[in-house]
């Protein structure tokens, strides 16, 4: 079992799909700090090792709960630009890539900034952002080695990247393609992060930072302003919640899609008696015919300021139980849906006193818009993308707005005590990936390395894949293919471990406070316990 793959079991824990990122967070960790600041000294490192899938131009959302088991979501999400609609044509969709699709804000700077007044109020929590960001000032100032991850994606985009503003100049040094291994260096987002350490997190949104990002987006096109900078903010806001068995799942409200995957875990919920075993084709079934029936409502979900639908009402008992009653054990629904991608990280940390923290930090898709901020080294993220351009539509671009978000990091508690700390990468994907490894963490009692190497699968397109199949791990195995084939799903194996399953941790806390976790294998991180 190699290194990454190792389960821990300590009093804290941190984790992540970098193991430098890790890393910084367990120093924390070990310093006494609390688990937002290891979550953010994580962050922040994931923000210079991992720009492909996150970066101080993107976005957080924030699971958090304190010992007693008070949960609260920080909503790090920025807003739809003021003078967004003036590049906007109706009816033609907004452009995945490119100036066209930076219509919002990025809010990561002031999430890690409003979690952290959170710890030191309730937490007391005494580590400030400055001394929080240095591994990651270091690390942008002086190098890494550049992960597989970050060479797949930018071999995976090599055709489009001459396309994109600024980009080849900081990601492929000298005109070339770097290799896993090699020292990278990002000098200009080390100065970035420098000035957030010195002036602050709202350095970013309306000191010096805010100057240079703004001259930057403004000369390749973007209508983002420093007004519309000055305007983010995180908000606090309640979490959605569901009871499975002995534990109550929480999730991120709207315009997050945590929604999806409570209706999801509601509509198993209300299968029954699990007289399936897990990894059998019944498992497999079960759990896709349900995020079926979640999905088929998730275009509902919008930002709650611009509409007055009660999205809470998704998770009323007696429709959970009639999309249940509606799935036929013997046969897959057709399945054409639109398709969101994404891309994400998913880091989450315990400390020794039972406060914990659980995140997802974003740009949207790999390399986000692909856009870099002048000479600030940041790429900003294409959430604007997510937009639709038809105005009767619930997720209509509107000044102001928050779009919808894929984003869900989950907790559980049990007991009303915090009891599992939970999210994957994989925009479409989360949902699938969360209640594959809740049935089997809560039904079949699976370790959470166990939950997170066995097979998963991934229903509709991806980047690669224009059909609308079922992509399942090969070593699911030829009886499960056969069956669920049987049943009417259109299946397609990938292979074993494979990127397009999402890339997932958890971590378990026991009535007596120990932890156990890990990170998925299909990455290049791991859980480090304390």
Partial sequence: MTDQQTAFKHRAMVTSPSTVASEAGAKVLRDGGTAIEAVVATASVLAVTYPHLCGLGGDAVWMVSDNTGKVQSFLGIGQAAEKGGDTITPDTPIPLRGPG??????????SWQHALDHSAKNWGGTKGLSELITPAITLAENGFAISPSQCFWLDFRKEEIANWPGFMDVFTPNGRMPHAGETFHQPHLAQSLKRIAEFGARDFYEGGLADQIVKGLSAVGSPITKADLAKTRTRTVDAVSLDYGDVTLFAPPAPTQGLATLMTMGVLRELGQKDWAEGTADHYHLVVEAIKRAFLKRDQIADPDFTSTDFTALLDHADLAADAKDISTTKALDWPHPFRNGDTVFLAAKDANGNCASVLQSTYFDWGSGVVAGDTGIVWQNRGAAFSTDPAHPNAFVPGKLPFYTLNPGMALKGGKPHLLYGTQGADGQPQTLAMLLTRLLDFGLSPLEAL???????????????????????????????????????RAIEQQSALAGQAGIIRIDEDGFVDGAHDPRSDGKAIGV
């Fill in 101 to 110: 699709s930076t219509l919002t804000t990025a809010c990561t700077v002031d």
């Fill in 453 to 491: 190497t066995k097979p998963r699968f991934l229903l509709g397109k991806t980047f690669s894949d224009a059909n609308d199949s079922l992509k399942l791990e090969v070593d699911a195995g030829d009886d499960v293919f056969d069956e669920l084939a049987a049943r009417g799903h259109v299946l």
